[in-house]
């Protein structure tokens, strides 16, 4: 079976916030709190998000998707704002998958659709699109003397975001003079670049070594995940922020649950730890002869 992150032995499992390198039909929701920092003069900001998002083969190895958030953010000292962030469309084709060398690797292309959500929540009004890189390596064909490295696997995702409009022009009037005031903000282009670094349990249970675990700990998988986005231009270039997030992923035949902690890397990220919370259902295990089945050609 090569459904929702196969490759030979290797089950890659869908990851908090590093993209997944393979095509799939699966339903996600992630919730994540964490204090972010001010800008400026404006206050730390306590920021709730609850996303969704749908994937759907249209063949077994091209997909398409959609996803969406839900944001609240709470600044220190004023009132709540709440609302929706822009919509997110997909694409993704997985060419590469070694059974022997555990290995998938794709190419994929992201669209923040601007102007979609609420610019209360900071929802852009321009668009970005974001071509992908994704791969997965698992370590079980390492030699022999290395067997409990084999349930260890790493998996990575790295973006170039293209902003589609250099500057945001802000027009507002000012209340004393009747004058409209004109503020412009640069938007800069970035990278994303995250990796995530697994291992195992099930994997050395049924494959390197009986060690005794059973259900539910032999279907857990410790995960540490490293997030960040670097400002390329337009006046913030080399500029880092993002997180590392160590946490557990426990799976199921038809479902997977997350939970991971959040840390910034430095001060521009935020001082103040997170939390992750991943949901994740198989539709192509659910409804094996009909939502998640490719919609041309044979599931493979």
């Given at each position: 079976?090569?459904?929702?992150?196969?490759?030979g032995?290797?089950?890659?499992?869908?990851?908090?916030?590093?993209?997944?390198?393979?095509?799939?039909?699966?339903?996600?929701?992630?919730?994540?709190?964490?204090?972010?920092?001010g800008?400026?003069?404006e206050p730390?900001?306590?920021?709730?998000?609850?996303?969704?998002?749908?994937?759907?083969?249209?063949t077994?190895?091209?997909?398409?998707?959609?996803?969406?958030?839900?944001?609240?953010?709470?600044?220190?000292?004023?009132?709540?704002?709440?609302?929706?962030?822009?919509?997110?469309?997909?694409a993704?084709?997985?060419?590469?998958?070694?059974?022997?060398?555990?290995a998938?690797?794709?190419?994929g292309l992201?669209?923040?659709?601007?102007?979609?959500?609420?610019?209360?929540?900071?929802?852009?009004?321009?668009?970005?699109?974001?071509?992908?890189?994704l791969?997965?390596?698992?370590?079980?064909?390492?030699?022999?003397?290395?067997?409990?490295?084999?349930?260890?696997a790493?998996?990575?995702?790295?973006?170039?975001?293209?902003?589609?409009?250099?500057?945001?022009?802000?027009?507002?009037?000012n209340?004393?003079?009747g004058?409209?005031?004109?503020?412009?903000?640069?938007n800069?282009?970035?990278?994303?670049?995250?990796?995530?670094?697994?291992?195992?349990?099930?994997?050395?249970?049924?494959?390197?070594?009986?060690?005794?675990?059973?259900?539910?700990?032999s279907?857990?998988?410790?995960?540490?995940e490293?997030?960040?986005?670097?400002?390329?231009?337009?006046?913030?270039?080399?500029?880092?922020?993002?997180?590392?997030?160590?946490?557990?992923?426990?799976f199921?035949?038809?479902?997977?649950?997350?939970?991971?902690?959040?840390?910034?890397?430095?001060?521009?990220?935020?001082?103040?730890?997170?939390v992750?919370?991943?949901?994740h259902?198989?539709?192509?295990?659910?409804f094996?002869?009909?939502l998640?089945?490719?919609?041309?050609?044979?599931?493979?």
């Amino acid at each position: 079976v090569l459904a929702h992150g196969f490759a030979g032995k290797r089950f890659f499992p869908t990851t908090f916030a590093v993209e997944d390198p393979f095509v799939s039909d699966e339903f996600s929701m992630l919730g994540s709190h964490i204090r972010e920092p001010g800008e400026d003069v404006e206050p730390p900001v306590r920021a709730t998000e609850i996303a969704a998002e749908y994937s759907k083969r249209i063949t077994s190895w091209f997909g398409l998707s959609v996803g969406g958030e839900y944001r609240i953010f709470n600044p220190i000292g004023e009132g709540t704002q709440t609302g929706f962030g822009n919509l997110e469309l997909a694409a993704r084709y997985q060419f590469l998958t070694s059974a022997a060398h555990e290995a998938i690797m794709s190419l994929g292309l992201t669209a923040e659709v601007g102007g979609t959500g609420d610019d209360e929540v900071q929802a852009e009004p321009f668009s970005v699109i974001s071509p992908t890189f994704l791969f997965g390596k698992g370590f079980g064909d390492l030699a022999q003397s290395l067997q409990y490295l084999k349930p260890a696997a790493v998996t990575g995702a790295f973006a170039m975001n293209i902003a589609t409009e250099s500057e945001t022009v802000t027009e507002t009037p000012n209340p004393e003079t009747g004058e409209i005031e004109t503020e412009a903000a640069s938007n800069p282009n970035t990278l994303s670049w995250g990796l995530t670094f697994q291992y195992n349990l099930n994997y050395l249970q049924s494959f390197v070594q009986d060690v005794g675990l059973r259900p539910p700990l032999s279907h857990v998988i410790p995960v540490v995940e490293v997030n960040l986005e670097t400002c390329l231009d337009r006046g913030c270039g080399g500029e880092t922020s993002g997180t590392i997030n160590p946490g557990l992923i426990w799976f199921g035949n038809s479902v997977q649950l997350g939970v991971a902690a959040q840390i910034p890397v430095n001060d521009r990220t935020g001082n103040d730890v997170g939390v992750l919370a991943l949901v994740h259902f198989f539709v192509d295990d659910l409804f094996p002869n009909s939502l998640g089945r490719p919609i041309f050609g044979k599931p493979i």
